[in-house]
């Protein structure tokens, strides 16, 4: 997956639209529930780290989108390092 230029969430109380696709548009997602319980994990993860509002998440073949509330309280995090 490529970061598009993305360098880091930086705004306290900032809401975030992030989304995504897999490289050659591979449809991932649809094959094993595995590869979706990994992003989720990931998720999980980083959403109790880091203090963020999760708001929703989209999980489609080839793709996925989250929005979230970032509140603070930790350094900022990089999601596709």
């Given at each position: 997956?490529v970061?598009?230029?993305?360098k880091?969430?930086?705004?306290?109380?900032?809401?975030y639209?992030?989304?995504t696709?897999?490289?050659?548009?591979?449809?991932?997602?649809?094959?094993?529930?595995e590869?979706c319980?990994?992003?989720?994990?990931n998720?999980?993860?980083y959403?109790?780290?880091?203090n963020i509002?999760?708001?929703?998440?989209?999980?489609?073949?080839?793709?996925?989108?989250f929005?979230?509330l970032?509140?603070g309280?930790?350094?900022?995090?990089?999601?596709?390092?």
């Open positions: 997956m970061r598009r230029g993305r880091q969430f930086e705004n306290i109380g900032t809401t639209f992030i989304t696709t897999i490289i050659n548009f591979l449809k991932l997602f649809s094959k094993k529930d590869y319980n990994i992003l989720i994990d998720l999980r993860f959403v109790n780290k880091y509002t999760l708001l929703g998440y989209v999980l489609d073949a080839e793709s996925y989108t929005i979230g970032y509140s309280g930790k350094e900022c995090f990089r999601f596709y390092s």
